[in-house]
């Protein structure tokens, strides 16, 4: 079993960013260290500050992404600059300006002296590795025939270099074939798209029969918390695995037309984030229903504590999303209200998980508790010490908030790179996390239940609450008044 996270050791994560295996028999060593280059008067206008590029104007910026002859840029300079651009310029626009870069490149390669000519291969050999760190990372970038043409453009130019045996040719084919895969493959998932559980709101059944005792909950298709967690990490590591980095840098990208007050809701412009955002919720609302629809307070109480288990299970493996779900959904006013309940509950758990939980200070245990996952994943010798899932609505406030705290640009009209350093280290460690292989084996009954089970609405617990328990104050019995009478007339 993994090691508790509250034994962790707390650390910051190192900070890499992905890397594609070079040609090292085309490059050779030159190209793959991470020495700054001596651009000369190519590059006249980025800031560096201690070594560190800080600023800079988009077309620096760009001239810095492309390689010479003898330059190859830093990974974690084209994974941060590939990332932020799309902020600046579309990945068409972006692809045009860096063959005319190229092409300007190779012309001045061709008229050279012979010297230079014999490098035209290396040369070629470095705009490929670009192109398929950038296919391999941003396939996305590449969906529109505006990109596909600039991309097939890039690669006949290439391709002149090294007409002799075809090895650049054979290589950019190859490239191109995975990332027609790779965007075939999105497109199958989004058009296999889920069919959303729709909460269950004519419950009027609930004002006339009790459930039946035979009728299937949770326990009944899984008692066991541990296995619970470990399947409802299975969904997770699923669900985050379709999530892309360019589908993250949208959260900035589309800030600045976004209302404030409307952070969380408007955010998720693709459906692969509103389908991970829709999970949370609809975990949520399956644990208050789970609880709610429960008629015997003695098989309640045993269903709350089961959860606290379940959630706790979570937090140990490292799943802090299902986690925060599972005490969402507890915190529900309808499950919350139950206090006969949760006077027969054993609450010490409980309250152990809210404390990691608390909001105060801006989650600072909860931040704590994922350092201490993150610092325990880098050192793990199995993959279950290596699982981490953030709290996906922490997560993106974190990055919405150092966009609206610093601005894209500085007085000087350069962009201000230093702000998308930090915004591309948090979703680099989002997207290491998200690579883990769950080691768990799917249960496909458990998980068939979790995505499939009805789920009461709102105004549906509401009334199985009271039911369970009822109302204790006038506020309450108007409520549940008017609940009643809203469902009859509805009937």
């Not at 496909?444 to 709102?458: D, F, G, H, M």
Request: with cysteine.
């Amino acid at each position: 079993m993994a090691e508790p996270l509250c034994n962790a050791a707390v650390k910051k994560c190192k900070e890499t960013m992905p890397q594609t295996p070079i040609f090292s028999s085309m490059l050779g060593s030159s190209c793959s260290g991470q020495v700054q280059p001596d651009m000369g008067e190519r590059c006249v206008d980025p800031v560096y500050q201690d070594g560190n590029l800080v600023s800079g104007s988009l077309e620096a910026l760009i001239e810095r992404l492309v390689p010479t002859m003898d330059y190859y840029p830093d990974r974690t300079y084209i994974f941060t600059f590939l990332l932020s651009s799309r902020v600046f310029i579309h990945p068409h626009e972006l692809l045009a300006k860096v063959g005319q870069i190229c092409i300007k490149q190779k012309q001045q390669l061709e008229t050279g002296t012979e010297a230079e000519k014999a490098k035209l291969k290396s040369f070629a050999a470095k705009i490929i590795q670009l192109l398929k760190e950038w296919t391999e990372t941003f396939p996305y970038d590449f969906q529109d025939e505006k990109s596909m043409k600039e991309l097939k453009e890039i690669a006949h130019r290439i391709t002149q270099c090294d007409e002799e045996n075809g090895t650049v040719k054979k290589i950019i084919s190859q490239m191109t074939q995975n990332l027609l895969m790779a965007l075939s493959a999105r497109s199958q998932y989004q058009e296999i798209r889920e069919k959303f559980r729709q909460p269950v709101t004519d419950k009027g059944t609930i004002l006339k029969t009790k459930p039946q005792s035979t009728q299937k909950d949770i326990l009944s298709v899984c008692c066991d918390p541990l296995i619970l967690a470990q399947q409802l990490t299975y969904i997770e590591l699923e669900r985050v695995s379709n999530i892309y980095p360019e589908d993250l840098m949208q959260i900035v990208s589309h800030m600045d037309s976004l209302d404030n007050h409307k952070c969380r809701s408007d955010v998720t412009k693709t459906y692969n984030l509103e389908a991970y955002d829709n999970w949370f919720n609809c975990l949520s609302m399956l644990v208050a229903t789970e609880i709610c629809r429960v008629v015997k307070k003695k098989q309640r109480t045993r269903m709350v504590e089961f959860f606290i288990d379940v959630a706790r299970e979570c937090f140990n493996i490292g799943n802090f999303n299902s986690m925060m779900a599972i005490i969402s959904g507890m915190n529900l006013s309808p499950v919350a209200r139950l206090k006969k309940t949760w006077s027969k509950v054993k609450t010490a758990k409980f309250d152990v998980l809210e404390h990691h939980m608390d909001p105060s200070s801006n989650f600072c245990n909860y931040r704590t508790a994922l350092q201490g996952a993150a610092q325990r994943s880098q050192t793990a010798n199995s993959s279950r010490e290596k699982i981490v899932i953030p709290v996906f609505n922490l997560f993106i406030k974190d990055i919405y908030f150092l966009h609206k705290i610093h601005t894209n640009r500085l007085p000087n009209g350069q962009i201000n790179f230093k702000k998308f350093w930090e915004i591309s280290r948090q979703i680099h460690d989002f997207l290491t996390w998200k690579q883990v292989e769950c080691p768990f084996e799917k249960d496909k009954k458990i998980q068939s239940y979790l995505l499939t089970a009805p789920i009461y609405s709102e105004e549906a617990l509401f009334i199985a609450s009271f039911e369970s328990e009822g109302p204790e104050n006038h506020m309450e019995k108007d409520s549940w008044k008017t609940l009643r009478t809203t469902l009859l007339n509805r009937a």
